[in-house]
């Protein structure tokens, strides 16, 4: 039996959409030969600037750098990692005040979360060396455990999901004892879009007395997060994904205010001490989330940020999340109908409950398929070992750029047969 959405065209959705108007703020980009752009599917990677954001930088080098210079500090920039993670923490990620940092990069970010966790964990019982991580986690978030595990001496605890699907209670229930100290999963996999279920798991990890570490990379900016209800101890993210920072925008950290003062991050420095300015004999950490700080916070590099935090504001994160499962669910409905007959098979979850704001089919004439998608302006990205990525980023999308897209794909695909 169909259901109403199943016979909605393309463009019958866009007309029915409430936040179609939101795709006009983003920048159109001038006609580059070199460049052209029929389908963007990848703001799951690098989210597109918006319009303003072009106005906000060339003002900032004039006025706040240009006139202000030295002064801007005193007037602004010390506390702009702070007064940027309260303003997320408020629109996207359900914390209070006082928990939330911008700066550094997600990997970095990560080592300092995950380094205190561990030592804070250690300090309360040495017997608790384990660290619970996926195999299909993200490169950087394997890499960066296993070098803190070789850099402290403790053991890692490895799950292996199902690839198109992710971690479950269930998995964890296997790998939870005693030992563990620190879980670190992804919110959202990178992969196959598998969106966890983020407050049973965070309720999970701490009934076993273990801290609970969320990588918020994929889901920030496009799922309703409720860290400060679901109890979560640290979570860090990124800023140039679906919330449209910019390239190698900074990234944001989380920590829970009652945890703050008995965590030590790794990397001291003067911007995180107590005392900034008082040029100190001794590194005494500030006493609020600035003591995850280590050195001069990148403010250029947070400008764009500001833009698009507003924008969801504006739209309201509920209906952003609206928005995204009618994306994704158009995009399963678009890739069963044209993809799985060329022998393409859905790797993400087909119950929108349990996915983020990306799906990804796979078919072994994929990576192909995206070099020669990619010269014709169609842009989904390629995941190994045969996965095409389609992200749906919720306030530029649109259902009719997402069609097009998988039309060229599914052309690309019968060319290749
Ligand atoms: C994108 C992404 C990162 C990126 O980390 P950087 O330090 O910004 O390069 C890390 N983890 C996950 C899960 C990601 O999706």
Same mark, same amino acid.
């Given at each position: 039996m169909n259901t109403v959405s199943d016979t909605l065209t393309s463009s019958d959705l866009d007309a029915a959409d409430?936040? !179609?108007? %939101?795709?006009?703020?983003?920048l159109v980009p001038e006609h580059d030969p070199a460049h052209p752009l029929t !389908? %963007?599917?990848d703001g799951n990677s690098l989210g597109r600037p918006l319009a303003a954001t072009a106005d906000r930088l060339a003002t900032f080098v004039r006025?706040?750098? &240009? !006139? &202000?210079?030295?002064r801007s500090w005193d007037e602004q920039w010390m506390d702009e990692p702070t007064v940027l993670g309260d303003r997320l923490g408020e629109v996207v990620l359900g914390a209070g005040p006082g928990q939330v940092l911008v700066g550094d990069s997600t990997s970095v970010l990560l080592y300092k979360a995950l380094r205190a966790a561990l030592d804070h964990q250690q300090a309360v019982d040495p017997g608790r060396n384990e660290i619970v991580i996926d195999a299909g986690n993200f490169p950087t978030d394997r890499f960066i455990v296993e070098g803190i595990a070789a850099e402290r001496g403790a053991r890692l605890r490895w799950i292996t999901p199902d690839p198109a699907a992710g971690v479950t209670s269930a998995d964890l229930e296997q790998v939870l004892s005693g030992s563990t100290a620190v879980v670190l999963l992804s919110h959202?996999? %990178?992969?196959?879009g598998y969106l966890a279920d983020a407050a049973a798991i965070t309720a999970q990890v701490k009934d076993s007395g273990a801290l609970m570490v969320w990588d918020l990379c994929h889901s920030v900016g496009s799922v309703p997060l409720h860290l400060d209800d679901w109890g979560v101890d640290l979570a860090v993210g990124c800023t140039y994904k679906y919330l449209n920072g910019g390239p190698g925008s900074p990234a944001l950290a989380y920590v829970r205010s009652g945890l703050q003062s008995s965590l030590r991050q790794p990397i001291w420095g003067w911007m995180g001490a107590a005392d900034p300015f008082g040029m100190t004999d001794a590194y005494e950490p500030a006493g609020s989330i600035r003591r995850f700080i280590t050195g001069t916070p990148p403010i250029l590099a947070m400008q764009p940020l500001k833009d698009m935090v507003e924008l969801i504001a504006e739209a309201g994160m509920d209906a952003v999340r609206a928005k995204s499962i009618a994306l994704t669910e158009h995009a399963i409905r678009l890739c069963e109908e044209r993809l799985v007959p060329l022998g393409a098979r859905l790797a993400s979850p087909r119950d929108p409950a349990w996915r983020g704001s990306h799906i990804t089919v796979d078919h072994d004439h994929f990576a192909e398929v995206t070099t020669r998608l990619w010269g014709e302006g169609v842009i989904p990205d390629f995941r190994p070992p045969n996965g095409l990525r389609i992200g749906l980023s919720p306030l530029s999308t649109s259902f009719a750029e997402l069609e097009t897209g998988i039309d060229a794909i599914a052309a690309a695909l019968a060319e290749m047969e």
């Open positions: 409430p936040l !179609a108007g %939101y795709r006009d703020r983003f !389908a %963007y599917l006025t706040e750098w &240009g !006139a &202000g210079l030295i959202v996999a %990178y992969r196959s």
